[in-house]
């Protein structure tokens, strides 16, 4: 398991962001959504877009338990759709026989 797996397996948020990333996630688009979740950055590679988006979602969530008025749950959303889609593009892919 790589790191970035690693930190993805251990990544803890409450119940109903992580429900609501999942039901959104059947309609992520990587080329639509992840300009608008990393400002205009340009599609990457899921192995580098990855750690990007965890630090976005580590800052927004930094923010959500800090109680800042600049938190946005539907920035933090769109931000756990981006990650878990590019997460899953990441993962190993069985070999057919």
């Known amino acids: 398991m790589t790191t970035t797996q ?3 397996a251990h990544l803890r948020r409450p119940r109903l ?3 609501a990333a999942q039901h959104g996630l059947v309609d992520y688009n990587r080329r639509r959504d992840l300009k ?9 590679s899921p192995s580098a877009t990855v750690p990007l988006l965890m ?7 930094a923010l959500r338990q800090s109680g800042d008025a600049s938190y946005s ?3 933090h959303v769109e ?7 590019e997460a ?5 892919r069985p ?3």
């Open 95 to 97: 070999t057919p026989a």
């Open 73 to 75: 749950v539907v920035r």
């Open 17 to 19: 962001l992580i429900r």
């Open 6 to 8: 690693h930190a993805l």
């Open 88 to 92: 899953n593009l990441l993962a190993p």
């Open 55 to 61: 630090e976005r979602e580590d800052a927004l969530d």
């Open 36 to 44: 608008r979740v990393l400002s205009g950055v340009s599609v990457m």
């Open 79 to 85: 931000t756990l759709i981006a990650l878990m889609g």
